[in-house]
C-alpha cells in the first residue's frame, strides 16, 4: 500500500509539473476549514475501546451499552495550489493544518449493583493534511466554475491527543480517500472566493499510547480565496 501511494504521488506531481510547463492559469490560495465527524466508524472503534477498558476495570460481567458520537466543530486552514493538465482537468496539492474534535457519550452497568452510569467525553487532536487530488471543471465560466474532486488525503498527527485524556499518538500516518467539489466565483481574472466540501474516508486507525481509538473519517467545510498567477 505504501509502495502505491508513494507512486500515485509522484506520479501526480509529475504530471502537474509537466503540464504546468505548457499551459498557464495556475491557481494559488488559502482557505479556511471547518469539520465535522459525519458518517463515521466511530461509534464501533470507540465502542471496543471502551468494552475492554471497563471489563479490565470491573470485571467480565460488567455490560457496556449504547455508544453514540456526535460531531465536534474543529477547523484550521490549508495552501492550496491548483495545476491545469489540461483544459478542464487539474491537479490540486494542498499542505493544511486541522484541529479535529469528537465527542462521545456511552453507558455502561456493573451488574452485581445493577447501576448504570452515562458518560460523555470528548477526543481532540490535530493533524496535517496533504490531499492530491484530480480536478475536472464541468462548469467552466468566466465568473463561475464547478470541479469535483478525487484523490488521496495523506495526514500527520502532532501532539497528543487532548480533553479524553493526554495521551500520546503512535500512529506516524493517516491515509485516505477523498471525494468533494468545490465552487469557484470569480472577481475579474486573478482573483476568486472558493467554497470546499468533501468527505474523507480514512483507511487506518489512529493509535494513542498503544490503543487503537478510531478511523477518521468526516466531512470538512472550507472557503476562503484564490489568485491567480501565470
Known amino acids: 500500500m ?34 465535522v465527524s459525519a458518517g463515521t466508524t466511530y461509534e464501533k472503534d470507540f465502542r471496543s475501546l471502551w468494552k475492554t477498558t471497563i471489563t479490565q476495570a470491573y470485571g467480565s460481567s460488567a455490560y457496556v451499552g449504547d455508544v453514540s458520537s456526535k460531531s465536534r466543530g474543529g477547523g484550521g486552514f490549508t495552501f492550496f495550489a491548483k495545476y491545469p493538465l489540461g483544459k478542464r482537468l487539474g ?18 452497568s456493573k451488574n452485581y449493583d445493577g447501576s448504570a452510569y452515562h458518560v460523555k467525553k470528548d477526543i481532540s487532536y490535530s493533524t ?17 466554475l464547478l470541479t469535483p474532486a478525487v484523490g488521496l488525503q495523506v495526514a500527520f498527527p502532532i501532539g497528543k491527543t487532548g480533553d479524553w485524556a493526554e495521551l500520546p499518538i503512535n500512529t506516524r ?6 471525494v468533494g467539489a468545490s465552487m469557484t466565483i470569480k472577481f475579474g481574472q486573478k482573483v476568486g472566493m472558493v467554497i470546499d466540501g468533501r468527505y474523507n474516508i480514512g483507511f487506518n486507525a489512529l493509535k494513542a499510547d498503544g490503543v487503537k481509538i478510531f478511523t477518521p473519517r468526516g466531512l470538512q467545510i472550507s472557503g476562503g480565496l484564490q489568485i491567480m498567477f501565470r
Open 2 to 35: 505504501k509502495k502505491i501511494i508513494a507512486v500515485g504521488i509522484v506520479a501526480l506531481m509529475a504530471m502537474a509539473f509537466a503540464a504546468a510547463q505548457q499551459t498557464t492559469g495556475i491557481a494559488l490560495g488559502v482557505r479556511g476549514i471547518f469539520s
Open 173 to 178: 500516518v493517516l491515509v485516505g480517500a477523498v
Open 128 to 144: 496535517f493534511n496533504v490531499p492530491l487530488l484530480l480536478t475536472f471543471d464541468i462548469i467552466q465560466t468566466s465568473h463561475f
Open 91 to 108: 491537479a490540486q496539492v494542498e499542505v493544511g493544518y486541522v484541529y479535529n474534535v469528537t465527542g462521545f457519550k456511552f453507558e455502561f
